[in-house]
């Protein structure tokens, strides 16, 4: 990878930008006609030419080609407005190759996919502050693949554009206490992998369509200090209208494609604080409830969605996490640190709530994790050393495709700064 950064000040004016470019490249081996399971053990294949994942043996190469370039500037008006403007350009050009698995000599076209986004800010900082702006967005590529609902080839260009604008404010009504409120009418162009795939785990699909919404936030944040003692407490207020939500739909053991839900609904607040103490011990919390509404009256297909009304699957709607952290220096000023953190995930539908037998509903059980980490920084942080057990009470946990994810571990880094 090669990176460029370039920052220049004119008086009231500033200029910043960043380009990157360089080549990916990931190998997935799949040349083991067995099952293994996480304790080593493992069943083997009747087939011998079978992978562990795939029908066939495989040894695939992706490479992406890729470009990045961000742009930003701003000019003071008057103490009270300035205007700003950045553009960000995303391109990823992939082939691959399979050494083993010649049904996949498709993979050696060249596939690509650009996203361009440009943005004008009009900024106010007075009684209060806030910014009104307007976004563009580009989305062009070539998809040279099969429909993911019927298998019919797609082969054509891609060239879509968008537009969408918002606003921001904060106000302090007093030293402590300051409300946020803010509107945006935005677009989520897809990422790389929802569209192009990654050849493996995740099938291509050149009909996905931009995710647009409508998003609105009401938040509170009360901070202050007491002595030593310093505190903060926030939250937010959220609803969303998505159209063409995109979600992941897994429709094999662990492969699956990503496709859009033509409404959804989500709303939810947010729960956060921090309380520091002498600035070396401190207590972080947060959570979080979210409910995702399928509001899809009728499929992309133009038939009946039997969803409707139903909580999106495979999201987890209830969720917090806390740390809580000490950290000294000694007389050297060498830092020294432990912290302790937990995660809980409320019990959440694998499939749609509304389907099948309401007496067999496949659950991804509630789940409470809890870590531990110590690290320590030396000649002012050119050596740094930490040590990590993830998992600590090694329980049974899970992802959100319900599938389980590795028991206690350990991790020791090392890191040396010049």
């Given at each position: ?330 007389k050297k000023y060498n830092q020294y640190s432990v912290s302790w953190n937990s995660r809980y995930v409320y019990e959440y539908f694998l499939e749609w709530e509304s389907a099948g037998d309401s007496s067999d509903k496949q659950l991804i059980d509630s789940q409470l994790t809890h870590a531990i980490e110590a690290s320590a920084s030396f000649i002012h942080q050119t050596y740094n050393v930490s040590f ?31």
């Open positions: 990878m090669s990176s460029l950064n370039y920052k220049k000040q004119w008086g009231k004016a500033s200029l910043s930008s960043y380009f990157l470019t360089g080549e990916v490249k990931q190998t997935y081996f799949d040349t083991e006609d067995r099952t293994y399971q996480w304790d080593g053990s493992y069943q083997d294949k009747p087939n011998e030419l079978s992978g562990e994942i795939s029908d066939l043996k495989s040894i695939l190469e992706i490479k992406d080609e890729v470009m990045r370039a961000n742009i930003y500037g701003k000019y003071e008006i008057s103490h009270a407005f300035s205007v700003s403007s950045g553009l960000s350009f995303n391109r990823t050009e992939r082939s691959g190759e399979d050494e083993l698995d010649e049904s996949k000599a498709s993979l050696e076209d060249r596939r690509s996919m650009t996203k361009t986004v440009s943005a004008l800010n009009l900024n106010y900082h007075g009684v209060g502050s806030g910014s009104i702006f307007y976004k563009n967005y580009q989305l062009s590529g070539t998809r040279d693949d099969n429909n993911p609902a019927d298998g019919s080839s797609i082969d054509d260009s891609l060239s879509k554009s968008f537009h969408g604008f918002g606003l921001t404010y904060r106000y302090s009504m007093f030293d402590a206490l300051a409300l946020n409120a803010s509107f945006e009418k935005s677009v989520r162009l897809p990422e790389v992998y929802e569209l192009l795939g990654d050849g493996i785990f995740v099938r291509a699909n050149p009909l996905l369509e931009p995710e647009k919404s409508n998003n609105l936030n009401l938040g509170l944040k009360y901070d202050g200090t007491a002595g030593e003692t310093m505190y903060v407490l926030e939250s937010n207020l959220f609803y969303r209208q998505a159209e063409n939500y995109i979600r992941f739909i897994q429709d094999e053991v662990i492969k699956g494609v990503y496709e859009n839900v033509k409404e959804v609904e989500i709303k939810g607040i947010e729960l956060s604080s921090m309380l520091s103490f002498s600035n070396s011990f401190s207590v972080n919390t947060a959570i979080t409830y979210q409910d995702m509404i399928n509001k899809s009256k009728t499929n992309l297909s133009g038939g009946e969605d039997t969803f409707y009304g139903s909580r999106v699957p495979n999201e987890p709607y209830l969720f917090a996490n806390m740390q809580i952290a000490y950290s000294f220096f000694d990590a057990v993830d998992n600590l009470l090694d329980e049974d946990v899970y992802d959100n495709y319900n599938i389980q994810k590795p028991g206690r571990s350990y991790a020791l880094k090392l890191r040396y700064n010049y």
